[in-house]
């Protein structure tokens, strides 16, 4: 069946280093891939998304890109702040079971 | 706009008792989903209804039923509550138009602790 398979955590950076958070997806069909958002106490968020092969999401500094050749969505961002510290789930979304996909989440705090 | 909202947010139930949590939702959205939120294992689907009138299995259906009262409501039933089931549980929604893309809507979520 359809599953999303997502690096591992917890990650923890200081301020303003690089991140990648790893995603790799089953190529069932064409799926939207997304990236979920979830601060602490809260309820998931959209952070970005892309459509088909070779789109790249984009919000608030962080980006994505829908490689079909390595079935993977990689999220990254090039100097995270403090208030990145939440935890990110990547997702796949197929169209014919209308049905979201989540990987495991990866626990990201980041440090002064 | 209110968007997803699910009630309680906290409950605490001790084994074997029942309970039913609400979701609602103003976006006159179609499909309506439950989630489960387990530390280590992201969210598993537990039902869902693509339209009114229609509900389906997800991944982990064992243990609840689920009602679509109307387009707006859809209702998660524990009838005999388990510890297993101490979970976080989030109600979603998405518009499930032709040529959607799967933008899932989420309520704040509501923690079940079954003692």
């Known amino acids: 069946g359809d599953s999303v398979t997502q690096m591992e955590g917890p990650v923890t950076l200081s301020e303003e280093a690089c991140l990648t958070i790893n995603c790799t997806y089953t190529a069932t069909g064409y799926p939207s891939l997304f990236w979920y958002v979830q601060y602490p106490g809260e309820g998931l968020q959209l952070l970005l998304k892309?459509?088909?092969?070779?789109d790249k999401g984009s919000n608030k500094g962080f980006e994505a890109t829908y490689r079909k050749e390595t079935t993977s969505f990689h999220l990254e961002k090039g100097s995270v702040q403090v208030s990145d510290s939440a935890v990110y789930f990547c997702?796949?979304?197929?169209?014919?079971?209308?049905?979201?996909?989540f990987g495991s989440g990866t626990q990201l705090t980041v440090l002064p | 706009n209110a968007g997803v909202t699910q009630t309680p947010k906290f409950q605490v139930l001790k084994t074997g008792q029942s309970m039913t949590l609400q979701c609602a939702q103003d976006m006159n959205h179609n499909s309506m989903y439950w989630y489960r939120q387990d530390p280590g294992m992201g969210l598993r689907l537990i039902y869902y209804s693509a339209s009114e009138g229609t509900t389906d299995k997800g991944e982990v259906p064992n243990g609840y039923n689920v009602s679509r009262l109307n387009k707006r409501e859809f209702s998660l039933r524990l009838e005999s509550a388990a510890p297993s089931q101490t979970s976080v549980y989030f109600c979603a929604s998405i518009r499930s138009l032709a040529g959607d893309t799967g933008e899932l809507f989420f309520g704040e979520g509501s923690r079940l602790t079954v003692l």
């Open positions: 892309a459509t088909k092969a070779d």
């Open positions: 997702a796949r979304f197929s169209g014919s079971a209308r049905q979201l996909t």
